[in-house]
């Protein structure tokens, strides 16, 4: 399926900003002949449009008994994920969630794995979250629909996904290590989705706890205004409860074990000064963001708890400000009132703006709002493989109500599914529905062709919901099969766990004979190997980790090439004139690797060709000129070209294109890139020397250098390629008192010498291809 994007729309006054951007796919060819193709993303951008002219005239609507079968009013819903930096403590707030709202009756710990979030053997075993999972539980009649999201970031496509399809979050932060790398790149998918997210500072009976250097973390790393709602009383072993700035109160925990019993209490005396002066400093943030509030501040009045409260949930709704709570969830001090802010400020399914899509001919933008009474609309955002029932898929419902048995429209395929059971997700348990409803988040079982980031939709009402963005992969391993009926098997487990995550791929060396799997670290490869012998009993080798190169081209080159085969009989024709050029920054920032635009002017290339066109250069992208690694950031734009009446065809394009490739890319300066992490180490200052020297001598570049407490912490960019076994030599190095955390950043050209050395080792493998 190709797709084309023609340019991006424009923003509707009336509505806003919209909160998410505008990403799209459609199954057909736009008519245009001006077009912008994006085949790795399968993204359509309409051209601006008219807002309400998409709708069918039959609309596929809710009966009152449906809309009155609601278990709780919509605007008591609550769509949330928590996420945060591994071992942040993100499981075992959500296990003190359940245990509170009732869903359990018996604290699950990850460090023991009886998690009850944390269902897969890997989790339990490692003691962390690798796949997102979703529950729902009631607090004070308000239904919360929870997804908790892995820390690691392997796994990052989890928090990903689960970002795009939430209406709020809260950020978990360690009261020791306070904002760390994965802090701030879950930050970043949140601010991608514009989701509205609370802070709670995690773990405040640790030593070494600090509350407010945490808070100015959030400050400055994150670029965020905390609104402080709740401060600490007492820290370390001494932490008994939090002052409630909003209602000006004390709350304490009064040390059952399971933390149920707390009561509210006037602030004492040695703590009332700091109080007053935090709330000063709320109301002077809340206050800040809306212009009435600001006025009767400036003019000396006095702010109501209801007034305050209204407040505070519009300023963080509209994100102005982030709300900051704190607690220990270990020590069952805090979950409470963190539940409290939850359904005091986190925005309800009617909160957000109205979900934006396109019609299926990508000629009109169409917008559904947030009510029973629309027509059906959904977004898969996950897919998983079930031994019971099969396949799953993971929806969020913008709009309508789906019933049991239903069919419904998969318009980015232009296929129709046949809604086989409706499952309500506790974990790895499964609850039977009968209806879902616009807000909820629910799995679907008999889905048969419909993958994450599709959209589903009312057959008489079609509506494309933008799509998501996937990171590329970042690392690859070797894997080869035991005996002929493990390689037949292997081909199954890969395809299916492909399925389930889009940032793992896989494809076949077909000079080796071998199978190569790609993910996103060492750690993500593991796990997948680990499922293949588990789960579909799959014995195959494992080779050492390689890094996933990547090409790019560094100028514009122009190519004019025809194909001709006119000898006699039925004869083929193509002429192209393409100018390849790398990607503008403001593509390159979008997400985009590849645009296609047509600038064919009279015709001289008719658009049924196109899908040659663009079949071809997607095909080669697949495999650069210089070491056969996929070519990334490629704008082509087809500038003339020519036809024949009876000789030309969608083949003959497809032949001129890819001849055209081959011989217009060595022209525009090909480079080689590598992938950068960002590299984070903790160590002791007696061994900081030892381990920036370590750094500099792997090719890293040091960003900072700065203080964690006692210790220092070093920043910097290294190659992948230079970090293999890094955990032993930082072990040798610090006597095992450093640690280390690091993430994928960019690709980058490699230097000269690094390139040399590559197409030495790897440069044949294009040639021989040919």
């Known amino acids: 399926m190709f797709i084309f994007a023609a340019p991006s729309i424009t923003n509707v006054a009336a509505r806003g900003d919209c909160r998410r951007p505008a990403r799209f796919s459609v199954p057909q060819l736009v008519a245009s002949r001006t077009a912008s193709f994006t085949p790795s993303m399968r993204r359509w951008l309409p051209r601006p449009a008219v807002r309400c002219g998409a709708r069918s005239t039959r609309m596929a609507v809710a009966t009152e008994e449906e809309v009155a079968g609601r278990v709780v009013p919509l605007e008591t819903v609550r769509n949330i994920g928590i996420a945060a930096h591994i071992d942040a403590g993100k499981t075992t707030t959500t296990e003190r969630i359940l245990l509170y709202t009732g869903i359990t009756h018996k604290i699950g710990e990850v460090h023991e794995g009886t ?40 796994f990052t496509i989890e928090v990903e996904r689960s970002m795009r399809v939430l209406d709020g979050a809260i950020a978990v932060f360690d009261a020791v290590s306070g904002v760390e790398p994965q802090s701030e790149t ?95 400093k709320l109301i002077e943030a809340v206050a800040e963001s809306d212009e009435k509030a600001l006025e009767k501040y400036l ?78 609309s959904a977004l898969a955002f996950k897919v998983l493989t079930d031994p019971f029932v099969g396949t799953l898929t993971f929806c969020r419902v913008y709009s309508g109500v789906i019933r049991k048995g239903d ?65 590329e992969p970042v690392i690859s391993v070797a894997v080869e099969a035991s005996s002929k009926a493990d390689n037949e098997k292997m081909g199954v487990a890969l395809a299916k766990l492909a399925s389930e995550d889009p940032s793992f791929r896989f494809k076949r060396d077909e000079e080796t004979g071998q199978t190569i799997i790609s993910g996103m670290g060492e750690l993500h490869l593991e796990i997948i190997v680990d499922r293949m012998k588990r789960e579909f009993k799959v014995d195959c080798k494992v080779g050492a980790p390689q890094v996933a190169y990547r090409e ?32 503008s920054p403001e593509e390159a920032a979008s997400g985009e690797d590849f645009v296609f635009v047509s600038e064919i002017k009279g015709g001289s290339v008719p658009k049924e060709y196109f899908v040659g066109i663009t079949k071809a250069l997607e095909s080669e992208m697949s495999s650069g000129v210089l070491i056969g690694a996929p070519l990334l950031g490629l704008k082509a ?18 032949i001129a294109t890819r001849a055209a490739f081959r011989e217009g890319i060595p022209r525009c300066k090909p480079r080689i890139m590598e992938p950068i992490m960002r590299l984070e180490v903790t160590t002791p200052e007696e061994y900081l020397s030892n381990v920036v020297g370590d750094i500099n001598s792997r090719r890293g570049l040091i960003n900072e250098i700065g203080d964690r407490g006692a210790l220092k912490v ?37 230097p000269p010498n690094i390139e040399k050395e590559l197409l030495e080792k790897f440069g044949g493998s294009r040639s021989s291809k040919k």
Not at 557 to 579: L, M, N, P
Request: charged letters at 30%; glycine letters at 6%.
């Open 552 to 583: 790019c081209i560094t100028t514009r080159g122009e190519i004019d090439y025809t194909h001709k085969k006119q000898s006699g009989g039925s004869g083929q024709f193509a002429r192209v004139k393409i100018i390849f050029e790398p990607l």
């Open 407 to 471: 069919t419904v429209l998969n318009p980015t395929k232009n296929i129709k599914e046949r809604i086989g059971r409706l499952l309500q997700m506790h974990a790895d348990e499964r609850k039977d529905i009968e209806t879902a409803r616009s807000g909820d988040i629910v799995a679907i079982a008999g889905l048969k062709d419909t993958t994450t980031g599709d959209t589903l939709c009312d057959v008489d009402n079609p509506v494309v919901l933008e799509r998501m963005v996937f990171p």
């Open 115 to 154: 998690a009850v979030m944390d269902y897969m053997e890997q989790e339990r075993e490692r003691g962390i979250t690798i796949t997102s999972a979703a529950t729902t539980c009631f607090w004070r009649n308000h239904q919360i629909n929870i997804i908790d999201t892995p820390g690691h970031v392997d």
């Open 299 to 376: 003019e000396g009045q006095e702010f109501g708890v209801d007034e305050l409260r209204a407040l505070i949930r519009n300023g963080t709704c509209k994100i102005q400000f982030v709300p900051v709570l704190c607690g220990s969830a270990f020590k069952n001090k805090g979950v409470q009132t963190l539940l409290d802010a939850v359904v005091e400020y986190l925005p309800s399914p009617l909160d957000v703006e109205h979900v934006r899509g396109v019609s299926v001919d990508g000629e009109k933008e169409i917008y559904r709002a947030t009510s029973d009474r629309e027509p059906f």
């Open 186 to 280: 879950v930050w970043r998918q949140a601010d991608r989705y514009r989701v509205p997210r609370i802070c709670f500072i995690n773990k405040m009976d640790r030593v070494g706890a600090d509350f407010f250097r945490c808070v100015d973390e959030i400050r400055k790393q994150l670029n965020a205004v905390p609104a402080v709602i709740q401060l600490p009383i007492g820290s370390e072993s001494n932490f008994e409860g939090v002052i409630d700035l909003v209602n000006m109160e004390e709350v304490v925990w009064l040390g059952d074990e399971f933390g149920s019993k707390y009561e509210r209490r006037p602030i004492r005396d040695s703590l009332k000064a700091q109080a007053q002066e935090w709330r000063e």
């Open 637 to 654: 734009r087809l500038i003339d070209g020519a036809y024949h009446e009876v000789d030309s065809s969608v083949l003959a394009f497809e």
């Open 714 to 750: 070093v920043k910097a960019l290294v190659p992948l390629s230079e970090m293999f076994q890094y955990v032993s030599a930082l072990r040798s190095m610090s006597k095992g008192r450093a640690n280390y955390t690091m993430f994928f950043e960019k690709y980058e050209p490699v």
